[in-house]
């Protein structure tokens, strides 16, 4: 199209010549002709927009049947950056063969960036592969992909992130390994004062796992191979060093010999809780060895009213329905150990609402003696082993911690370790419990 020449007699009547209608005409025509071109170019600088690129530049965006490739080059001269230090470098030193990434999609299309390293002579490190903007120095995936990849990681399984991204599942653990290596790296290390230790089963109490957790902060700190004192020790040692253990002021935990042994040589002042929620689950586990046994002494008629009755005697009494206090009213007639272990078990749960701690101690005291007297040898053997860990039970009625605080943290264990049956190996199983209850920052795109 002709530029239209400028014609006086189509000035507005009056002569007034208004800047703006000036202007408009000519700039208009140019624009028309420029466009075509435009849209061409557009692309292309949206990519190197959306990357960030400074010393690079987008040279060509290709379309095929599966992915959008886009081609990446050197823009100029300008300095590339050392891969190990990042600093700018003078010299190049050569060029390396093309290399591949996948980045996120674009619409339908998942885009795959291409582009030939070159090698700097890095002053300080010497001759090293460039670094680049979008993605990591080792990864295969851009930082953007590797972080879409690694949040959705935190929700599903590895699998079903995998089938998300088009990826296959070896790619998937390798981005949430990275992210959590990094992770623990660069997270915040504030000073810990109440941590929960617990222990985690993998493949249905085969293997066990050791967590410990803040309490205060509610994340999860550390996560160990074993249950074993060697293995724990790696807490105390690496993970917290001898200058953070001293802020620890309470640790709650099972009675362990092994982990109360660590604590006392690790953080010697801090103090040991018994964790309520573990000593419960010893109590329980006597009521339970109790009625097995007397279900094994009872013959089939008399058992029937204890059929079923397991909820019935492990419950709180206020989750009862009628038909169940009917029941249970039932067997407390009956002067049998079941009953007792009952009461016994329903009497020891008052100890821990009493918030003096000589009315909590006279209490325990007075239980332990009842329960000793019950002649329930799974009782005896309970309280036995309160009794040589008072120093660590009477502290409730002050501290009033437990890890039921980091209960929800457990559960969500749990269902991570449900929800993949693909973790072969203990590391998987451990660095995807980092991802999804440490609460880790990921790598920063630049
Ligand atoms: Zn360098």
Redesign the pocket.
């Known amino acids: 199209m002709l530029r239209k020449p400028f014609d006086w007699k189509e000035l507005p009547v009056g002569g007034q010549l208004s800047s703006t209608s000036a202007r408009f005409y000519p700039s208009k025509l140019f624009a028309r002709t420029r466009r075509r071109k435009g849209t061409e170019v557009l692309i292309e600088t949206f990519i190197r927009k959306q990357l960030r690129l400074k010393a690079h530049t987008v040279t060509k965006v290709e379309e095929t049947e599966e992915f959008m490739v886009v081609y990446i080059d050197r823009l100029g001269r300008r300095l590339l950056r050392?891969g190990?230090?990042r600093?700018r470098c003078q010299e190049v030193h050569d060029l390396r063969r093309e290399r591949e990434w996948r980045d996120l999609s674009m619409r339908k299309l998942p885009l795959r960036l291409c582009y030939r390293p070159r090698r700097v002579e890095?002053p300080?490190?010497g001759v090293?592969v460039e670094d680049f903007p979008w993605a990591e120095p080792w990864a295969r995936v851009t930082t953007a992909l590797a972080n879409a990849v690694a949040t959705l990681a935190r929700e599903l399984s590895w699998q079903g992130t995998a089938r998300q991204y088009g990826l296959n599942w070896k790619s998937v653990a390798t981005i949430v390994k990275r992210a959590v290596e990094y992770g623990l790296r660069h997270r915040a290390r504030p000073p810990v004062h109440a941590i929960g230790i617990d222990e985690v089963s993998r493949r249905k109490g085969q293997v066990y796992l050791t967590v410990v957790y803040d309490l205060e902060r509610r994340v999860l700190l550390w996560v160990g191979e074993d249950r074993t004192e060697e293995a724990v020790k790696k807490f105390f040692t690496e993970e917290m060093g001898r200058r953070r253990c001293r802020t620890l002021q309470v640790v709650c935990m099972d009675m362990w010999a092994a982990y109360a042994k660590l604590v006392r040589e690790h953080a010697p002042h801090a103090q040991i809780l018994f964790d309520r929620f573990h000593i419960v689950k010893h109590l329980n586990e006597a009521v339970e060895e109790v009625r097995r046994s007397e279900m094994r002494r009872l013959s089939a008629r008399e058992k029937v009213p204890f059929k079923r009755s397991r909820w019935l005697l492990l419950k709180n009494p206020w989750n009862l329905t009628s038909d169940q206090k009917e029941r249970l009213s039932t067997l407390v007639r009956w002067n049998t150990p079941i009953v007792r272990a009952y009461y016994l078990k329903e009497s020891f749960q008052l100890f821990w609402e009493y918030r003096r701690p000589s009315r909590a101690q006279q209490h325990l005291q007075k239980w332990m003696n009842s329960a000793m007297r019950s002649r329930l040898d799974p009782f005896k053997k309970f309280v036995r082993m309160l009794r040589s860990h008072l120093d660590g039970i009477l502290p409730w009625t002050k501290l009033r911690l437990s890890n039921g605080a980091v209960e929800g943290m457990n559960n969500k264990i749990k269902s991570v370790s449900h929800r993949s049956f693909g973790f072969r190996s203990a590391k998987n199983f451990i660095a995807a419990i980092y991802h999804c209850c440490a609460r880790l920052p990921l790598p920063v795109e630049r």
């Open positions: 050392c190990v230090c600093q890095c300080r490190c090293r």
